[in-house]
């Protein structure tokens, strides 16, 4: 049960997303298409990043190491701070902290659009802004979990139209940003990149929400006066809930054996035995799944949501199996397809129970403590993954990433816990 602060917090309505005086039309709302537009948008320039630091780099010479520290800057700094980002995003105004940082990642990858434009690309200054980027990531992704109630009259409905959106700007982003390197250059990406973040903070700039608390008028525990006492307080209430905390346990073994790997082991695995061209249909496979995943949990209303959803997800465990069994290319298509619906499926469940079981004022700090500990072990996974691959073999790697996958989903299922978790209603 939600208090009537906690829903002002929420913004207007009730938190949950079944209210009957909430019809689904209403769901693109104003504040809505602001929403989806920055989210969007700026999706669409997190897909294309990647492309360009690569190709970029490579064509000044830089080699897989040193492609390696640039991505990782960004990674390291995003997965240390965004627990802090929790309670900034807790303590002051969550949509102004987006804003900033959108406007930071304005400054820094124009920065590094500039460096390619000059072809004065130094390895430590990519680093550096890579951490900086890293760190406005942190204090914008905590925010994320309190906005979506606010914007979305539907939850459920909200969450499945991002991940739709998203599975296609991932889809569509790599492939538009190979086109303008090839045409123009990878400092042309960066530009746009840059741009995607100031559409953002635009957007989420001309949001009109109701007005929050003020942070000294928040409804908090007696004491709590504290940064520290802030983050215990986080802690205490993400490890009050069973059905959270056992699902980052498991998504963590998830991380671990089967996600961090899937990508060197699998990526290295299809393109020796089918070439490129076949890894990046795999992907696209891939990306279509999740767009068919985000449209059936537009319709799909689970009683169970994480249940639901955890059936879902043991589709996912096709796509190392696949590729592990050497099948056929369109085989391993149709695998990727269903495992691509599984995970968006899920995402949808899981980021809609998050965001309506928790009460608002502390949504933004359990949600980076979510988002920390599914990152956790992901950095461990990729850097185990040559090792274990040449010491096991690739294909036994990814078969037993498979049936890991499988026992993480009879775990969830098993939880009662999570498997009862039932939806949230007003």
Known sequence: MTTAAQQERSGPGPVGPDSPDKPAGQLWNVNFRLYFTARTVATLGDAMLPVAQVAGMIQLGFGAGDIGLAVGSFMAFFAGLVIFGGVFSDRFNARRLMIGADLARVLTQSA???????????????????????????????????????????????????????????????????????????????????????????????????????????????????????????????????????????????????????????????????????????????????????????????????????????????????????????????????????????????????????PGDILNRIHSYEVAGSMAMFPVGQALAGPAAALLGSDSLLLGGGAVALAVCAGLLAIPAVRGLGRATA
Not at 194 to 214: D, E, F, I, N, Q
Not at 232 to 238: M, P
Not at 298 to 307: C, F, G
Request: positive net charge.
């Open 112 to 358: 590094v659009a500039l460096m390619y434009a000059t072809g004065h690309v130094v390895l430590w200054q990519l680093c550096v802004l890579g951490a900086l980027n890293g760190t406005a990531a942190a204090m914008f992704q905590p925010g994320v979990a309190s906005t979506v109630p606010r914007v979305a009259a539907d939850v459920q409905r909200g969450n499945g139209v991002l991940r739709t959106a998203e599975a296609l700007m991932t889809l569509g982003g790599p492939a538009l940003a190979g086109i303008m390197v090839s045409l123009i250059s990878p400092a042309a990406v960066f530009t746009v990149h840059a741009g995607t973040y100031a559409v953002s903070a635009l957007c989420l700039g001309t949001l009109r929400l109701a007005p929050l608390p003020r942070p000294g008028e928040q409804t908090a525990a007696p004491g709590r006066t504290s940064f520290r006492a802030d983050l215990v307080e986080g802690w205490r209430e993400f490890m009050a809930r069973t059905w959270l905390w056992s699902v980052i346990g498991l998504w963590m073994v998830l991380t671990l054996a089967v996600l961090g790997p899937l990508t060197p082991v699998a990526g290295a695995s299809l393109v020796s035995e089918h070439g490129a061209g076949a890894y990046g249909l795999v992907n696209s496979a891939l990306g279509a799944g999740g767009v068919l995943g985000g449209l059936v949990a537009l319709r799909l209303r689970p009683a169970k949501p994480l249940r639901a959803g955890a059936l879902a997800l043991t589709g996912y465990a096709l796509f190392p199996l696949a590729v592990g069994s050497h099948l056929p290319v369109w085989a391993v298509m149709c695998c990727v397809l269903v495992a691509g619906a599984g995970w968006a499926f899920w995402g949808v469940m899981w980021a809609t129970s998050v965001q309506t079981q928790i």
